[in-house]
């Protein structure tokens, strides 16, 4: 079927986000010619949900601009967001693997364009086996991280998780020239209070006595970290105390030594 003048413009701006999606960087030319004709522009505004929990997983997604967060929901409502997506990502990369239903509710938090492309089309991408090895790993990774942040959801006061959070927010963010160790903040307080599972008068308490201390100083949503060694104290206070112990090893440490 030929393409008129107007479905070839769509067409080569599909292309272009595509070539940004670290899931499909450096595939032949004619694959993602194959997946930007195969696949639809949508576009969320903030608030706008992509698809909520347990629909269908009949597509993948991928973020050309803006972002995304996954979000789980308690039964009082209260949100819990998860993981963040940002541009050049794929949403879930789970219905290359199986047809399993979504299990976290996805949101666009600012204006955000993404590319859907349907299972139907899947067969070009999962006969690939870089695609898949990169959907595996993509997935490991995930899984490491989830089970990172339930550890620390679980296991830690919410000094540890929002120090935690901060810092690896800081590592994604450009630093400033001078050097200081500043962190751009998320717009609210209710979408930071999400990501440390807490409620706000709690998240804004811990954040005043932070700045009562002069640990952290803040203007608008910068937060800049005035003390970063103790503020890796309070991320990570105790954390690998056994591993740092030499005589506490496993089972099968010592059987494989």
Not at 174 to 185: H, K, Q, Y
Not at 218 to 235: M, T, V, Y
């Amino acid at each position: 079927m030929s393409l008129t003048p107007d479905d070839g413009v769509a067409v080569r701006r599909r292309r272009w986000g595509l070539d940004r999606c670290a899931l499909l960087r450096g595939l032949p030319a004619t694959l993602l010619e194959h997946i930007a004709r195969h696949s639809t522009e949508l576009n969320l505004e903030e608030g706008d949900a992509l698809f909520f929990k347990n629909d269908p997983s009949d597509f993948l997604a991928f973020v050309v601009h803006g972002r995304i967060y996954k979000l789980l929901y308690g039964p009082d409502g209260q949100e819990l967001i998860v993981d963040t997506i940002e541009s050049g990502e794929t949403v879930d990369e789970t219905p290359l693997l199986d047809t399993h239903s979504h299990t976290f509710t996805a949101v666009a938090y600012s204006p955000t364009r993404v590319l859907l492309f349907s299972r139907r089309h899947f067969p070009s991408l999962t006969s690939d086996p870089v695609v898949m090895d990169r959907a595996h790993v993509c997935l490991c990774l995930r899984l490491r991280h989830a089970v990172e942040s339930l550890e620390t959801m679980c296991l830690h006061r919410l000094e540890s998780r929002l120090a935690r959070y901060l810092l690896s927010l800081m590592n994604t963010q450009p630093r400033p020239r001078d050097g200081d160790f500043e962190v751009a903040l998320p717009p609210t307080q209710s979408i930071l209070a999400a990501m440390v599972n807490a409620s706000r008068p709690k998240l804004n308490a811990q954040l005043q006595t932070w700045h009562r201390s002069g640990l952290v100083s803040r203007k608008r949503n910068i937060l800049r970290i005035n003390d970063i060694d103790q503020f890796r104290c309070k991320a990570y206070l105790s954390r690998d105390t056994d591993r740092s112990n030499p005589q506490t090893r496993s089972t099968a440490a010592r059987r494989l030594a």
